[in-house]
């Protein structure tokens, strides 16, 4: 049998399968490490964002603390509400009928022209947060099931009482003003709607003197169960 280097054929071919294997260990193992920093620096990530997420919360604590000392009557009902908010790079068209049922109230009309100055000032302050806030959920650097598995109560709240004052400043001052709060809204009664924990449970805003129902849960079985469920895993809620 003819050698090469006092090696047979046979030796070469078995020398070169070995040295493919070794081969591929070294890049599995390469990959391997890689995957691995690439899901350190995720966590890493995700604890950050968590952390900051925590700090723009905290930071305008007060201010929603004095939010829920307006008069609640302020506070829009769930149908009150568009069930498509405004999409990010388009106009979203409302019939008039719905124009017609998301229209405030004579007491909601009441309460927003007794707002003083000062109390527009500072629910305008809790719009621009929550609008900072919105952006960074849409943009992917706050994880949405993060978010709205801690905040989704409080965003639900705070849309609500803050909504009457959007649209005024929309209608006074022109253009967009806050539309991210819809999404985020929206956002929260999917989240609301099909967690296991929330589905059953109605929202209030309250005060020291009184309690106003602000959302309840959708009844329909098919959505909550199925559909909404199947849109939280498609765009990774």
Partial sequence: MPEFL??????????????????????SLTLLLALLQVKQAAHSFRFSAVNRLQE?????????????RLPLDIALQHHQFSSK??????????????????????????????????????VRKIIIRLNDIGQLVEEGFIPKGVFFGKYHLLVLRCCHMV???RRNIEKEEGGNFGQRLLRLRKGATKYHNTNPKQRDTSVY??????????????DNFLLNIFIHPLNRV???Y
């Fill in 6 to 27: 006092g090696m047979t054929n046979i030796e070469w071919v078995g020398i070169n399968v070995i040295a493919n294997i070794a081969g591929i260990m070294f890049i």
């Fill in 56 to 68: 723009l919360f905290d930071d305008f604590r007060e201010d929603r603390t004095q939010l829920f």
């Fill in 85 to 122: 908010p405004p999409h990010l790079a388009s106009k979203t068209y409302t019939s008039e009928g719905n124009q017609r049922k998301m229209s405030l109230t004579l007491e909601q009309h009441s309460a927003l022209n007794k707002l003083t100055v000062d109390e527009i000032e500072l």
């Fill in 163 to 165: 909504e009457a004052v």
């Fill in 205 to 218: 805003v309250s005060n020291k003197s009184c309690r106003v129902l602000i959302y309840e849960p959708s």
């Fill in 234 to 236: 498609i765009k990774n």
